[in-house]
């Protein structure tokens, strides 16, 4: 495709129509920092942006060119860390959202938001918040997700969220003190996952001892997450 998007940390939402060779900065866009850029995969014309600076998604107006307010998660939170869109057989689409909320150093849910005015949250359901969130669009009804926790720890959900399986424990060849930042899915296979971006700083914010070799790679996996390889070996 020749359309892309992409979110600066304090600098806007830009979109390319040539393959990155110029940008465009979206108009009117809501917030400076979008967490996440959400397209809906039933009509990419609709376009929805998380916010990294308050509790907020919001949707592209039907003029493309003003944005409204679609979900807010209230008071009692202050930022979207990650989320992730989901096909439905109907109107609107599902979106996923990890929320911070105040308390605590990572205190917050992660919300499954089926309309502006309807959400279910699973608390407790992960032992911590997810840092990204990947949808397996091929499922109607979003039922197939991935979250990359903080810290450590990948889980999958087939019941859009009410019961996890993590996929990243010792027998997974997954190194056990390394943080990721993103799980991506293969286009044509979902079989094949790829999980990047490594951490090596633990829940203490000290250093988890990792090797360098374990942390700077991508792992992948060809049979859905239940062994991976270091693609660096």
Not at 21 to 41: F, G, H, K, V
Not at 83 to 101: D, E, H, W
Not at 106 to 119: K, V
Not at 196 to 221: K, Q, R
Request: overall charge negative; aromatic content about 12%; some cysteine.
């Amino acid at each position: 495709t020749l359309v892309a998007y992409a979110g600066v940390w304090g600098g806007g939402t830009f979109r390319t129509i040539d393959c990155g060779a110029t940008w465009e900065r979206l108009p009117n866009y809501p917030t400076d920092s979008a967490s996440a850029i959400l397209i809906d995969p039933g009509n990419p014309q609709r376009i929805f942006l998380a916010d990294r600076t308050a509790p907020r998604i919001y949707r592209m107006a039907a003029d493309y060119r003003t944005w409204e307010v679609y979900y807010d998660a209230g008071e009692s939170y202050y930022r979207v860390m990650s989320a992730a869109i989901a096909p439905r057989s109907g109107t609107t689409p599902i979106i996923y959202a990890s929320i911070f909320s105040f308390g605590g150093p990572m205190s917050g849910d992660l919300f499954r938001i089926e309309d502006r005015n309807r959400a279910s949250l699973f608390t407790g359901v992960l032992p911590r918040l997810p840092v990204a969130l990947t949808v397996d669009t091929r499922q109607i009804d979003g039922l197939s997700l991935y979250a990359v926790l903080h810290g450590y720890g990948v889980y999958k959900t087939t019941s859009g969220g009410a019961s996890w399986e993590e996929i990243s424990g010792p027998g997974s060849r997954v190194p056990q003190n390394v943080g990721f930042n993103g799980l991506m899915i293969h286009p044509s296979d979902p079989m094949k996952l790829y999980l990047y971006g490594g951490c090596d700083v633990n829940l203490e914010l000290a250093h988890s001892g990792a090797h360098p070799a374990n942390i700077d790679t991508v792992y992948f996996s060809s049979d859905g997450g239940s062994t991976w390889n270091n693609l660096e070996y």
